[in-house]
T-cell receptor
């Protein structure tokens, strides 16, 4: 497809499990972002890549959260030892260039529920 | 630090009425970008508009219009002759213009319900 693709769409994890969320950005997009959206809230920034370089990870809530984009395309957000407060929708977005005069295109998100 | 406030949590209007969604932002940067996104029940954030801080000209796109006023730090969004398909959560967002810092700061959103 032409848009940002995320998988899985839904994930239920037992507390303490590790999870991996995948994002396929729009082909050729340089910038990639991960956001966390709690129920009834706006998206909160987690981390940002330009190509394979992770330029900003200031939003990652703890060292249990790790993101990578090894070849500058597909990205994976990994959460280790999940906890109930990790339950949220995780949104991925990509944009065309590293310039400022662009907009980010979002995927449909992965809804993570930790039980 | 940047902040976006959407004071209206939920709005309901009858179809064909006009409705305005408010957005107030805070930033110390002189160059920044403002956005509106629509989030339908499917969950995907749909881009509606981007406006840079040097362009205060109002914009109209079909039934949508945006009013940007730097003097009041507001970037309000009006839907004219609302339709049921406009029902969604709408987010206002801010991005400052720093190389290597392209993250968006979102408001908490306004849930708009259009009553047929």
């Amino acid at each position: 497809g032409a848009g940002v693709s995320q998988s899985p769409r839904y994930k239920v994890a037992k507390r303490g499990q590790d999870v991996a969320l995948r994002c396929d950005p729009i082909s050729g997009h340089v910038s990639l972002f991960w956001y966390q959206q709690a129920l009834g809230q706006g998206p909160e920034f987690l981390t940002y890549f330009q190509n394979e370089a992770q330029l900003d990870k200031s939003g990652l809530p703890s060292d249990r959260f790790f993101a990578e984009r090894p070849e500058g395309s597909v990205s994976t957000l990994k959460i280790q030892r999940t906890q109930q407060e990790d339950s949220a929708v995780y949104l991925c977005a990509s944009s065309w260039t590293q310039g400022q005069n662009t907009e980010a295109f979002f995927g449909q998100g992965t809804r993570l529920t930790v039980v | 630090a940047q902040k976006v406030t959407q004071a209206q949590t939920e709005i309901s209007v009858v179809e064909k009425e006009d409705v305005t969604l408010d957005c107030v932002y805070e930033t110390r940067d002189t160059t920044y970008y403002l956005f509106w996104y629509k989030q339908p029940p499917s969950g995907e954030l749909v881009f509606l508009i981007r406006r840079n801080s040097f362009d205060e000209q109002n914009e109209i796109s079909g039934r949508y219009s945006w009013n940007f006023q730097k003097s009041t730090s507001s970037f309000n969004f009006t839907i004219t002759a609302s339709q049921v398909v406009d029902s969604a959560v709408y987010f206002c967002a801010l991005r400052i213009s720093n190389f290597g810092n392209e993250k968006l700061t979102f408001g908490t959103g306004t849930r708009l319900t259009i009553i047929p």
